[in-house]
């Protein structure tokens, strides 16, 4: 048989080339989602803006060498904190459960993207996502006032533990329970952690007892860690990183073991 009788060759594509046609895809699906739009940028702007501007919640926030503390400055780092929430557990806890139970995980694992490729491919869209939150909240919080202080590389690391913990609870979640009850389960621990885990109520309002126990959770830890660099211009929070990091072992770990793809 002569050279070239069948153009192109076929064959699979590279797996590099699979997963960034596939995270461009849940990408796409993420953006024209509009409850996931609602989920993942409306409301953390929104609630930026409406806290910033109108005094519903005390803060004490500390003045500044050379200026008077700003209320922004206590909450934009919280509101960053609830989009890397909003996306890598919420978000995808929801979108993954509906995949699980309408056959598309089942299909996909059966394609020639490796399973792991797909999870990466999710991970990737979740990344690509939260830069986009960070940048327009931040656009924002900057537009109210905020003056951000500390070193960057400390803040992408906590917002990359973050996102673990978060990715890793909440694929947990939509491998092990049914849709329905994963989005019950995914926007009612939504609602809780926004108010109990240090995102626009500061710690110090809560009982010592129970503030001990808040301070472990992994939204307590991420908005306190991005506090404690952007606001008060601190190196890496050690102790909030180690928190993250032990739910992201824990939450990808058991992900890993427990995840059912049908």
């Known amino acids: ?22 995270t461009a895809l849940e990408t796409r699906m993420l953006l024209r989602n509009g409850e996931q739009l609602l989920l993942t940028v409306i409301i953390p702007a929104l609630l930026l803006v409406l806290f910033s501007t109108v005094d519903i919640v005390t803060v004490t926030v500390p003045v500044r060498e050379g200026g008077a503390g700003r209320s922004v400055d206590f909450l934009a780092p919280g ?3 609830l989009a890397v929430m909003s996306t890598a557990f919420t978000g995808q806890a929801i979108a993954t459960g509906f995949d699980r139970r309408y056959g598309v995980l ?7 993207l490796p399973r792991w490729a797909l999870l990466a491919a999710k991970t990737l869209s979740v990344l690509v996502t939260e830069v986009l939150q960070v940048a327009l909240l931040s656009v924002i919080a900057l537009g109210l006032g905020w003056s951000p202080r500390g070193n960057p590389l400390a803040v992408a690391a ?33 609602l809780l952690l926004l108010v109990g885990g240090g995102v626009i109520v500061p710690m110090e309002k809560f009982p010592d007892a ?7 959770l992994p939204i307590s830890a991420l908005s ?27 939450g990808l770990g058991a992900a890993a073991k427990f995840f059912r793809w049908e």
């Open 1 to 22: 048989m002569s050279s070239g009788t069948f153009t192109p060759r076929p064959g699979a594509a590279p797996v590099s080339r699979m997963i960034l046609a596939q």
């Open 79 to 81: 509101i960053l904190a």
């Open 106 to 112: 089942k299909r996909l694992g059966a394609s020639p």
């Open 158 to 190: 906590l917002l990359l533990l973050g996102t673990a913990a978060f990715s890793g609870l909440g694929l947990l979640l939509a491998g092990t329970l049914k849709a329905e009850v994963t989005l019950a389960a995914a926007n009612l621990v939504f």
């Open 210 to 216: 129970v503030r001990s126990v808040l301070e472990l």
């Open 224 to 250: 306190d860690g991005l506090r404690e660099v952007l606001q008060h211009g601190a190196a890496l929070p050690w102790g909030d990183a180690a928190v993250l990091a032990v739910w992201a072992a824990l």
